[in-house]
């Protein structure tokens, strides 16, 4: 089954079940201050969950593009070491708005995937809330999963494991808990059961998510019980498709297939001679194509905060991947013609504004192309010293100067087995900003300060406000 057809399949089994087919919101949240981009399919009905908005029916199921490139949700590191994440993704949702609860989520899921999609039954594993006894005896007494094969998951207090059946979609927001599904690849493949220690494998993969949405958690921290009990649910049509077509990874799938062969073609044409198809960096950069094509289909561009600096992060860090398999030229734009030919069907957006899209990244990597050899023989001149650590100061000299931000040096460094000193970084970025401040030169500009959603942002804060040089608003 392709992708399509899993994506068509899925919403059509929910359509038959009451539930109305509405359309992805844009991976940019129109309405929410709180969020970079949207993560969930339950975004867009995050006010219906809150009770603050009604819609005329109380089902919906999508197919939703998200991006988890920053925020709560930030998967930019895991791209390129796992076969099951991406920075964007598409997520299948079914969702009730006040009226089925865990019965019929539960059956509906255990229907779809073994009747429809015909998995075996032997290859599924659940994990449910620790405290969730309802849920645990739907699974076990009505729809039949032996007790084996289902495993209890608290709110990973201790951290130990990266289990969490507590879904928080960011700091605020509707949240629950969940229960979720998970096939088992096989033992050809490393990793042990979800709540093992070593869970964090390819082996048994985390295919759907079923949120039982009880609860508004407010900036305080205080849970408040939403007015009617909801339910909200993603499957990751990647993870599925890996699945239904027999292959181990995501980026085996056909669209990826597509994606991989069009970023090994792009890439020798510009220099990269004779490109390993199962090099780590064309995963990389056929993830990043789709991340950044659709963040600028939906208005964003390269710049220096916010979510534009998401954006130039996604798109450098691909870029440089290309460059170390051999590109001296742009080549990554040249991928968006496939991705609209792959994704122009299901998202006419894309297609639409595909030679803006291309033409953006095109001036990008031309931008980043200047300094990128500069910068890498830097970077390379550090590494060779035999370090363990990249310095602050090299760090911050990358990123101010070459336009290296620093989880892309991060990027190159971790290849290595090298971290670098952020701490340092740290200093040395506050330093420039102090002595642009001191020499009373300047003034932040508006939009960077973000006031009122730093929260929904960890991690990127500092990143969010650029050195002096490169975002303040000089006025003389
Ligand atoms: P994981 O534990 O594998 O990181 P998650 O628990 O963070 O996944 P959820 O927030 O529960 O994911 O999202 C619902 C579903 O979306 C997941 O069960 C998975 O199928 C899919 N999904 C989540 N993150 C990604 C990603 N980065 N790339 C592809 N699919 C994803
Ligand atoms: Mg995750
Ligand atoms: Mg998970
Ligand atoms: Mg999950």
Redesign the pocket.
């Known amino acids: 089954m392709k992708a399509s057809e899993i994506r068509d399949t899925f919403l059509k089994f929910f359509e038959s079940k009451g539930h109305q087919i509405v359309a992805s919101s844009p991976v940019v949240p129109g309405d929410d201050p709180t969020l970079l981009f949207t993560n969930?399919g339950m975004n867009q009905f995050k006010d219906v969950f809150l009770g603050f908005d009604k819609r005329p029916y109380s089902r919906a199921t999508t197919s939703q593009k998200c991006i988890?490139a920053g925020g709560k949700?930030n998967?930019l590191d895991?791209v390129g070491y796992t076969a099951?994440?991406?920075t964007f993704?598409e997520?299948l949702g079914n969702f009730s708005f006040g009226d089925y609860f865990k019965h019929d989520a539960i059956s509906y899921a255990w229907e779809l995937l073994t009747e429809h999609f015909k998995l075996p039954k032997d290859k599924l594993w659940v994990t449910v809330y620790s405290e969730d006894d309802e849920a645990y005896d739907i699974w076990n007494k009505v729809v039949g999963v032996p007790a084996e094969r289902i495993v209890r998951i608290g709110d990973n207090k201790g951290g130990r494991y990266?289990s969490d059946n507590f879904?928080m979609m960011g700091d605020t927001g509707p949240c629950g808990p969940c229960t979720?599904i998970f096939f088992d690849h096989g033992p050809e493949v490393a990793g042990g059961p979800p709540g093992s220690p070593d869970e964090d494998g390819d082996r048994y993969i985390?295919?759907?998510?079923n949120v039982f949405m009880q609860f508004n958690r407010t900036e305080d921290g205080v849970m408040h019980r939403l007015p009617k009990p909801s339910v909200d649910t993603?499957?990751?049509l990647?993870?599925i498709a890996a699945v239904l077509q027999h292959v181990h990874s995501?980026y085996e799938i056909d669209t990826f297939v597509g994606l991989i062969g069009a970023s090994k073609a792009a890439v020798e044409a510009a220099g990269g001679a004779g490109v390993d198809a199962a090099s780590p960096s064309l995963k990389v950069i056929a993830d990043h194509i789709r991340a950044c094509s659709f963040t600028i289909v939906d208005g964003v561009i390269p710049g220096n905060e916010g979510r534009g600096y998401v954006l130039r992060r996604i798109a450098r860090r691909a870029i440089r991947h290309g460059y170390k398999l051999g590109a001296r030229t742009p080549f990554f734009h040249k991928i968006v013609a496939e991705l609209a030919a792959q994704m122009g069907e299901a998202y006419p957006e894309l297609r639409a504004a595909q030679a803006r899209v291309t033409e953006v990244l095109k001036a990008e990597e031309e931008r980043f192309f200047q300094t990128i050899e500069r910068g890498m023989e830097i970077l390379e001149g550090a590494l060779a010293a035999g370090t363990q650590q990249v310095d602050g100061e090299t760090a911050f000299k990358l990123h101010d100067t070459y336009g290296f931000p620093v989880d892309l040096t991060a990027d190159v460094c971790r290849e290595r087995g090298v971290t670098v000193d952020s701490a340092g970084f740290e200093v040395a970025m506050n330093r420039q900003r102090e002595q642009a401040r001191a020499a009373g030169k300047f003034k932040m500009a508006a939009g960077l300060e973000y006031s009122g959603v730093a929260t929904a942002f960890h991690g990127y804060e500092h990143l969010a406000c650029e050195t002096s040089k490169v975002v303040a608003v000089y006025v003389d």
């Open positions: 969930a988890r949700h998967d895991n099951r994440h991406h993704f997520m990266m879904w979720e985390e295919i759907w998510n993603g499957m990751g990647e993870r995501n």
